[in-house]
């Protein structure tokens, strides 16, 4: 009797300790998720300091993006210009649920990015700061609710648009687009310097959701 009852005593415990990981890789906590980030920064930390600016152009050639994933899970990448040097570096953790559910962490020349799903939409935030949300993967809405730029999805060639006041101001083409041309092409030059951030942060989430494959 005694051991059926240490062997019991085992397997619930074998079985509340796996419940618990189950758990946190399902839903997990703020303090969780700070604690992957900490992970996935150092997955990309060897690349700082040797960013070049997005004005080198990024390269839309798959040849051109570094993708190793560590496990079904966790990945990390780097987007290459079209020299070959380093743009930006990302990294990425997912979670077990029936819905996207994933921390991206992203690091560029001036600027670290924290992009994590919520049932908001996914919640951006630039150097600490929470800036706003992209919603459904069409809509960018700044932290008080509101609009500031679209993206028009089109499966048929690859390409997609940012919009901003209604008015085209970039397009981003997948690697698999038929155009030639960098990955992010600037329709509008003389956008201001918020205005061109915010199209590099739409394109940086775009091109590494399609590379890492986020939504799967």
């Known amino acids: ?3 059926i009852i240490a062997i019991v005593s085992v397997v619930l415990v074998v079985g509340a300790v796996l419940g ?4 946190r890789n399902v839903q997990p906590d703020e303090l969780e998720v700070e604690a992957h980030l900490v992970d996935l920064k150092k997955m990309v930390e060897n690349f700082k300091g040797g960013f070049v600016p997005f004005d080198e152009g990024i390269s839309r050639s798959e040849m051109d993006q570094i993708l190793e994933k560590n496990s079904s899970r966790t990945g990390s990448g780097v987007f290459l210009s079209t ?3 380093p743009i930006f570096a990302y990294a990425f953790r997912k979670y077990i649920g029936p819905n996207e559910n994933w921390v991206l962490y992203v690091l560029t020349l001036n600027h670290e990015y ?8 996914t919640r951006v935030t630039v150097d600490g700061e929470r800036k ?3 919603q459904g993967g069409k809509t960018y809405v700044d932290k008080m609710g509101q609009e500031v730029a679209e993206i028009k999805r089109s499966g048929a060639n690859a390409v997609n648009k940012i919009l901003i006041d209604g008015k085209e101001v970039a397009k981003v083409a997948l690697p698999e687009a038929i155009s030639v041309g960098d990955a992010l092409e600037i329709q509008q030059p003389e956008m201001k310097e918020e205005e061109k951030e915010l199209v590099q942060t739409i394109a940086m989430f775009d091109l ?3 590379a890492g494959k986020l939504n799967q």
């Open 20 to 23: 618990y990981y189950l758990l």
């Open 208 to 210: 590494v959701y399609n």
């Open 132 to 134: 706003g949300f992209i």
């Open 114 to 121: 924290v992009f994590r799903t919520t049932t908001a939409g």
């Open 83 to 85: 020299n070959g040097d």
């Open 1 to 3: 009797m005694g051991s």
